[in-house]
């Protein structure tokens, strides 16, 4: 004879095995950080927190597009990444943009127009080198230093090895101009 007890604790069991079976599929504690998660689960959860997804594609030979960027007198070479973003700053150039130092780890200044976020994330941490657009302010940015996830920063590619010491040398204000090669 089966007791009230038992007739209530066969269903209760039944959803928490349900509920166990569904912590290892996919959720944020089996993927890793948000957003880097390879399945369709983790792009939900990108997408739930706000962040949109990210089209950039890393240069190759093929297809790599070379920008040259004097600052101070120095020129120096950057690859840009294939997105919108890196696009639309290809079709305004060549440009001059007159920089300030900020935060003792990057050089910012306006662009006339600002450059297309399609399919951008919300934000970036861009690595050192990189050459990056902050939303926000308009800005082209060469980051010679660490600077942190921030959002409305886009990574628009990556500054030739050596221009990261070169940049960092120049103080104070400094006019930089921008062209394809």
Known sequence: ?????????????????????????????SAG???????????TMTRTLGQRESTPVAPTEENAVTLEITVDGQRI???LDDSPA???LLAQLP??????????VEKTGPLRTPLSLDGQPAGADPDVGDLGYYAPGNDLVLYYGDQSYF???V???????NAVRRIADVAGRVTVKVEAR
């Open 151 to 153: 959002p409305g920063i």
């Open 33 to 43: 950080p948000a957003g880097s998660a390879s399945s369709p689960a983790g792009d």
């Open 95 to 104: 440009q001059t943009v007159e920089m300030t130092d900020h935060g003792g």
């Open 86 to 88: 890196s696009r639309d």
């Open 77 to 79: 070479r950057a690859i």
């Open 1 to 29: 004879m089966r007791t009230a007890g038992s007739a209530v604790a066969a269903p209760l069991a039944a959803i928490g095995v349900a509920l166990l079976a569904g912590c290892g599929s996919g959720g944020p504690s």
């Open 155 to 161: 990574v628009l590619g990556k500054l030739e090895d």
